[in-house]
Each structure stands twice: as structure tokens, then as C-alpha cells.
């Protein structure tokens, strides 16, 4: 992992999504029928072809994902009435095709008349299916398709990330689902209650899980910590918004172009814009001075056009120009609230100011209470009543240091650890702004966001 500095100074890790397909793609074989297994294996001989080779053939499912990993394939093609199939077979055909290194796709040979299992395997990520008894016609099926569907996972990984793919059944469902464009600035007037860390996992979940054009803005004007957070996010010292804003005031207009050379590419189509390197630059020109105001203004119009979902990690001083300007041109602000009477107090005590001072109403403020456990003592009622917001979504207390872990890893939460509650309660956050997440999330192998009460009342009707 290197030195914190070396990972700041390193030069973007190019993200594993980025690897090529394969010229020489490789297959592993799982199936029950031996004409079918030796027309294969005769097919896919170096003898007969050289872009497609059967690597090995396996006699049950786990046979079958032990061979596929040990022989780094790119394919594996299997029948359902394999052994072991029904206990893991769905399960390991997503594993498969989720691998971190390069997706491995699934092919299904079918018995006839075995329509629900195409149905049922596709959904898992099957890529396609032929039927058996393999003649011609279906080996040529396979040859074609082959091919074809590597370079379409490939594709998807690329824009992607690690989001399994969705069913034709999903997809049209997420379509059809209404959403806007959300600029959404994520703030606190105290530090360590989470900002940071529900921004960086907000911005995973609009631009990797659900693959929405998503700009992620270090804005906090304190130090720029938010990189450490996602692995592999290098780059030079100078890439950083001081340097923009400071190019922006010497008069060079600030457009798309610009700030896309600006803008350092993670997983999936998530795009970040570094903070400051030190305090020290947030506290100096042009970043203290009144027009920084309209600089942030203009950098948030600008990110608006180029990306469907902003999100802004904000740090605590709301007088600090950058700041205003993030909280007073969000579509909505994220109030992040530790469980604690000092968190709710300077919460309070700021929103009178920031409505008094300087006109900014709280009706785009919502409140998310993160690192909540009942038994903390914490006057939920009285807050909500003084601060006169809803409480929008609570995040729990991470009882395994989960949260910890995954911040010193660099690896986002909801990326790596979709089943833990405080995911969960994210994906919810993420989903009042997309909703499609509610359909994708469970895919993604999250566990359901809808509330179990409102399931059951649905299924009545
Ligand atoms: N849900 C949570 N449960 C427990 N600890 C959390 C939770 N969310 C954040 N933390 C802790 O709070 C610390 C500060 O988070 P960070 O996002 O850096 O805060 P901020 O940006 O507001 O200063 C993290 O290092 C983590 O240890
Ligand atoms: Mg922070």
C-alpha cells in the first residue's frame, strides 16, 4: 500500500476493469452428457481452432468454479443437472462472473423443454444458452456467441465495475423508474461525524453499482482526506481544486474540458476531483477570498452539465467561502449527525446562523443520523424538534469496525461489503435520489432495501 504520501503522489492505478479481453479466450466444461462432452472437447482442441480452448472438464459444480479460477478461463459452460448445481450453482455462476480479476462468463447447455432454467441462469448471469444434444447448428451457436459475450462483459466491467449484470427483466424496470440529476453536498458543522465517509460510499453507489455518470468533489477546505478512501486514487500533488480555482481566477473560464482534465477516473463511471493537499491552501488565495464563492458556483454548474449525479464532500466551517458556496447552490445537503448532544447543538446553532446571516433556508437540509445504537442516550425526538428536519435515514453504529477497516483499505463499503447493515442503510440514502437502486441493489447482492412491512402490504393488494 505504500506511505500515505506515496499513495497521494502515485500516478492513478490503472483499475483492474481496464484489462483487455482476452485474444485466446479459455473454457472450462461442465457437463453430464458424453456426446455433448466430446464434441466439445473435440471442437475446442488446439488442433481444430486457436481463438477459443477447452482448458478443463469438471464433474460437479465446484469442480467446475475451482477449475475455472485455477485455469484463469474466461468461460465456463455448464448444464443444470450438474451435481452440485442446485446447492451453489446461481451463487457461483455470479461469483464467477463478479471475479476481481476479469468477468468469467457462463453458458448454459439445456435439455430441451428446460425454458425455466434459461430463465433462472440468465438472471444469475448466464450470458446465453443452446440446447443439448450439441449438433452443428448449436456448436456453431456457441462459437459465434462466445466471442461476442466475453467482449460484452468486458465492456460492462469497464463501465461498470464490479455490478453484476442486470437481466433483460431489470433492466427494464430500472428504466422505466423516474429520477432527476442531484447535486447532493454532504456536510456537518463537526468533524468525524461520517461526511466523508457517506460521501465516498453515496458517490459508489450512483457511479459503480448503479453505473451513472457520477463527479465526486473534495471540497473540504480543511485537508482533502477524501482520496485515501478509494483505492488507487493517485495523482499529482498539483491536480488538485486550489489549482483549478487558481487557473479560474487568472481568468481562464472554467469548461468542461478544463475540469475533465481535472478529474481522476475510479471504478465504474465514478470521476473524482481532488481537495487540498493541506490546510494551508484552503486558507489562501483564491480559496478564502469572497469570489471563491462564484468559483464554487461555477464549478458546480459546470459538473451539473457533464455528470447525472454530483455529490460534494464538504468539510465543517460553514464560513468558509467554498463551503457557502457548496451549501448554497446543493440540490439538497446531507447533514451528517453524530448520536451525540454536542453534534445536534452545533447543528442547530448553524442552521439559525447560516438562515439568519445568510439567507440560505433549510428546506433542502435533511438529516442523517450516522453511527446510531439505541442504547447511546442520544435525544432523537429533541433533535428532530429543534432542528425542525426529519430525520431522512440512520445509519447504525458499525459494531465489527467495518467501517474503520473498509476507510484503511480504500475500499468503499458498498463496493466490497454490500450485506452489512450500515450498506444497506446507504443504499437506502442512495435510493430517495435514484430509485432504480431499489431493483438494482438486490442484485448487486445487498439484501432488499423495502422496508419488510411495506412487502407484505404490497403482496395483500
Ligand atoms: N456508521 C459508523 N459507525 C461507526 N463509525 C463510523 C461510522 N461512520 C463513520 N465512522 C467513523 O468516523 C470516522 C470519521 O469519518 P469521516 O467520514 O472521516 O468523518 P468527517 O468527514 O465528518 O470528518 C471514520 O474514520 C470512522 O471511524
Ligand atoms: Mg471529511
Known amino acids: 500500500m505504500g506511505s500515505l504520501k506515496d499513495r497521494f503522489q502515485s500516478k492513478a492505478a490503472p483499475s483492474p476493469t481496464e484489462r483487455p479481453a482476452p485474444e485466446i479466450i479459455k473454457v472450462a466444461i461442465g457437463l453430464r452428457h458424453w456426446g455433448d462432452i466430446s464434441t466439445l472437447s473435440v471442437e475446442l482442441r488446439p488442433e481444430k481452432r486457436t481463438d477459443i480452448l ?3 472438464n469438471a464433474a460437479t459444480m465446484m469442480e467446475l468454479y ?39 462468463i457462463t453458458v448454459a447447455l439445456l435439455p430441451p423443454g428446460c425454458g425455466d432454467w434459461a430463465r433462472t441462469l440468465e438472471q444469475a448471469g448466464a450470458a446465453f444458452h443452446v440446447t443439448s444434444p450439441l449438433r452443428e447448428a448449436e456448436v456453431a451457436r456457441l462459437i ?58 453515496l458517490a459508489c453507489l450512483f457511479g459503480v453499482v448503479c453505473n451513472l455518470d457520477t463527479i465526486l468533489l473534495d471540497v473540504d477546505m480543511d485537508t482533502g482526506d477524501l482520496f485515501i478512501s478509494l483505492d488507487g486514487l493517485g495523482g499529482d500533488f498539483g491536480h488538485t481544486i486550489h489549482e483549478l480555482a487558481t487557473r ?29 493537499f493541506d490546510s494551508t491552501e484552503g486558507g489562501m488565495a483564491p480559496l478564502v477570498e469572497a469570489e471563491a464563492i462564484a468559483f464554487m458556483g461555477e464549478l458546480l454548474r459546470i ?8 455529490v460534494v464532500d464538504m468539510g465543517l466551517s460553514a464560513a468558509h467561502p467554498m463551503h457557502l458556496g457548496a451549501l448554497d447552490r446543493a440540490d439538497v445537503v446531507l447533514i451528517v449527525l453524530a448520536p451525540t448532544h454536542p453534534s445536534s447543538f452545533r447543528a442547530w446553532s448553524h442552521m439559525g446562523a447560516l438562515q439568519r446571516e445568510m439567507e440560505i433556508s433549510p428546506a433542502r437540509f435533511k438529516l442523517i ?33 467495518e467501517v474503520v477497516r473498509s476507510i484503511n483499505r480504500g475500499q468503499p463499503l458498498v463496493l466490497y461489503e454490500p450485506h452489512r447493515e450500515v450498506s444497506r442503510q446507504l443504499a437506502v440514502l442512495g435510493a430517495h435520489f435514484y430509485p432504480p437502486l431499489n431493483t438494482i441493489w438486490s442484485q448487486y447482492g445487498g439484501r432488499g432495501l423495502l422496508p419488510k412491512r411495506s412487502l407484505l402490504r404490497r403482496r395483500k393488494h
Open 54 to 56: 477447452g482448458v478443463a
Open 66 to 104: 475451482d477449475a475455472a479460477i485455477q485455469h484463469d478461463v474466461d468461460v465456463v459452460i455448464l448444464t443444470p443437472d450438474l451435481p452440485g448445481f442446485e446447492q451453489s450453482g446461481l451463487d457461483l455462476v455470479r461469483k464467477l462472473y463478479q471475479h476481481p480479476d476479469h468477468p468469467i
Open 144 to 201: 459465434e456467441g462466445i466471442p461476442r459475450e466475453v467482449l460484452r462483459a468486458y465492456q460492462h466491467r469497464g463501465t461498470a465495475g464490479t455490478l453484476a449484470r442486470l437481466d433483460q427483466e431489470t433492466a427494464q424496470i430500472v428504466a422505466a423508474q423516474a429520477w432527476e440529476h442531484r447535486t447532493v453536498a454532504v456536510w456537518s458543522p463537526k468533524g468525524g461525524t461520517g461526511k466523508t465517509f457517506v460521501a465516498v460510499n
Open 248 to 276: 479560474w481566477s487568472k481568468g481562464e473560464p472554467l469548461t468542461t474540458k478544463l475540469v475533465e482534465s481535472y478529474l481522476i477516473p475510479y471504478q465504474g463511471r465514478l470521476k473524482v476531483l481532488r481537495g487540498i
Open 303 to 310: 459538473v451539473r452539465q457533464m455528470a447525472s449525479m454530483v
Open 369 to 401: 443520523l450516522n453511527g446510531y445504537a439505541d442504547n447511546m442516550e442520544f435525544d432523537r425526538q429533541g433533535t428532530i424538534q429543534e432542528l425542525g428536519l426529519p430525520e431522512f435515514v440512520v445509519i447504525p453504529q458499525d459494531v465489527e469496525n
